[in-house]
T-cell receptor, first 114, second 112 residues
Framework: NAGVTQTPKFQVLKTGQSMTLQCAQD?????MSWYRQDPGMGLRLIHY???????DQGEVPNGYNVSRSTTEDFPLRLLSAAPSQTSVYFC?????????????FGQGTRLTVV | DAKTTQPPSMDCAEGRAANLPCNHS???????VYWYRQIHSQGPQYIIH???NNETNEMASLIITEDRKSSTLILPHATLRDTAVYYC?????????????FGGGTRLMVKP
């Protein structure tokens, strides 16, 4: 049982480049989400999904796109990378059939935009 | 979601109990109190949650005041591996539209 797997672990991009951060979970969770964490700060929600085919924006969605074609995968796309997107990105998943939110997080992708 | 206030840092001696406070004076009646921790920039890890009653699991205990305006996370016998940033979060019932809002947390340093 791998839990939540994020790839890559590290990435350096040039300004203007695009890329996709991958997230996969093997727990059959309906809910998935992406957060970013800037140095010394808490996590901020970028986008989330309540199930395959359904996505919505979080607190800081600008510059990012998501899609959810399967229950397992929730990729995050950076359309045109900017230095302000230098951050650590965490993917999380959780059950939909519980009244409380026990979120399982991946190990993060450390992105640097130069 | 209600806001939380936590001390930015705390120290604890190894083997002693670590008591981490959290104020959430604007919490509403259907909001849960959650605790997560983040060890050395890894992904956050769920610890415990509660609504009204005190809770205990294999990791920690959660004490919620009767008026629900504050809570305390207790690590009964802290070890060096408990050194982490601890986040107190209040949030409505499990609704992906109300995903977790992380504040600054408390950086707990467990010392030998």
């Amino acid at each position: 049982n791998a839990g939540v797997t994020q790839t890559p672990k590290f990435q350096v991009l040039k300004t203007g480049q695009s890329m996709t951060l991958q997230c996969a979970q093997d727990m059959n969770h309906e809910y998935m989400s992406w957060y970013r964490q800037d140095p010394g700060m808490g996590l901020r929600l970028i986008h989330y999904s309540v199930g395959a085919g359904i996505t919505d924006q979080g607190e800081v969605p600008n510059g990012y796109n998501v899609s959810r074609s399967t229950t397992e995968d929730f990729p995050l796309r950076l359309l045109s990378a900017a230095p302000s997107q230098t951050s650590v990105y965490f993917c999380a998943s959780s059950y939909s059939n519980r009244r409380y939110t026990e979120a399982f997080f991946g190990q993060g992708t450390r992105l640097t935009v130069v | 979601d209600a806001k939380t206030t936590q001390p930015p840092s705390m120290d604890c001696a190894e083997g002693r109990a670590a008591n981490l406070p959290c104020n959430h004076s604007t919490i509403s009646g259907n909001e849960y109190v959650y605790w997560y921790r983040q060890i050395h920039s890894q992904g956050p890890q769920y610890i415990i949650h509660g609504l009204k009653n005190n809770e205990t699991n294999e990791m920690a205990s959660l004490i919620i005041t009767e008026d629900r305006k504050s809570s305390t996370l207790i690590l009964p016998h802290a070890t060096l591996r408990d050194t982490a940033v601890y986040y107190c979060i209040v949030s409505l019932n499990n609704n992906a539209g109300n995903m977790l809002t992380f504040g600054g947390g408390t950086r707990l340093m467990v010392k030998p």
